[in-house]
Structure formats: C-alpha cells, structure tokens
C-alpha cells in the first residue's frame, strides 16, 4: 500500500474554493488509479471521483460534478481536488486512496486510510 497524506482541508463559505492536495511517498505511485473519498458526520464513506494512472480519465459521483475536479502530476508523486462552488453538504472528512483502475466498482474500498484532511463550509 503507498503511503498517502492528504492536505489542504479547512473552513470556507458556501460558494467558495478549496483545492486539496495527495502527496504519495515513492516513485511507484504514479502506477495506481487514484481516487479521492469523503466521509461526512453520521454518514458512510463515499467515493466522489477518480483518475486513472494516466490521467487522462476521470469519473465523478454526481454530487461533485461540474464542480470538482481531479488531477495529478506523477513526476511530482501527487494528486490535487480542485473544489469549487462549495457547499455545506460538502463538509466531510477528505481521504485520497490507490485503487486498481478508473473506473472501478464503487463496492471496493481500499485495504486501509489516511488520516484524512477536514473541509468544513458555512452556509
């Protein structure tokens, strides 16, 4: 499993912008699709969208698109969430994973979890 920090959470109103950022240790992560998920207070977690190894494909969960966006740069061993049009029913706890593909069923999770970074928007 490649170990991953995620970063970049914090307190922003509603309609603002907050870009989280993914930091993998060691140059093999840029062979994994990469996912980004969130968990908010009382609920399960969920996957919100994924980019392939390439990069050149990404999926999003219907709640996010149009609004977030998924990047990454493997020569830097890092993945970005552009989130723009923020709204409370975004706060959640933010975690980054390795998964096998993008796509890929949304019934696999991964084997383990970061601490994750906190996005909280205001209404």
């Known amino acids: 499993q490649v170990p991953l920090v995620e970063s970049g959470g914090g307190l922003v109103p509603a309609g603002g912008s907050l870009r989280l950022s993914c930091t993998a240790s060691?140059?093999?992560?840029?062979?994994?699709?990469m996912g980004w998920y969130r968990q908010a207070p009382g609920k399960e977690r969920e996957r919100i969208g994924c980019i392939s190894f390439s990069g050149r494909t990404t999926r999003y969960a219907d709640s996010v698109k149009g609004r977030f966006t998924i990047s990454r740069d493997n020569a830097k061993n890092t993945l970005w969430l552009q989130m723009d049009g923020l709204e409370p029913a975004d706060t959640a706890m933010y975690y980054c994973?390795?998964?096998?593909?993008?796509?890929?069923?949304?019934?696999?999770?991964?084997?383990?979890w970061g601490q994750g970074t906190q996005v909280t928007v205001s209404s």
């Open positions: 060691g140059s093999h992560s840029k062979d994994y699709a």
């Open positions: 994973a390795a998964q096998p593909a993008c796509p890929y069923p949304n019934e696999w999770e991964p084997p383990n």
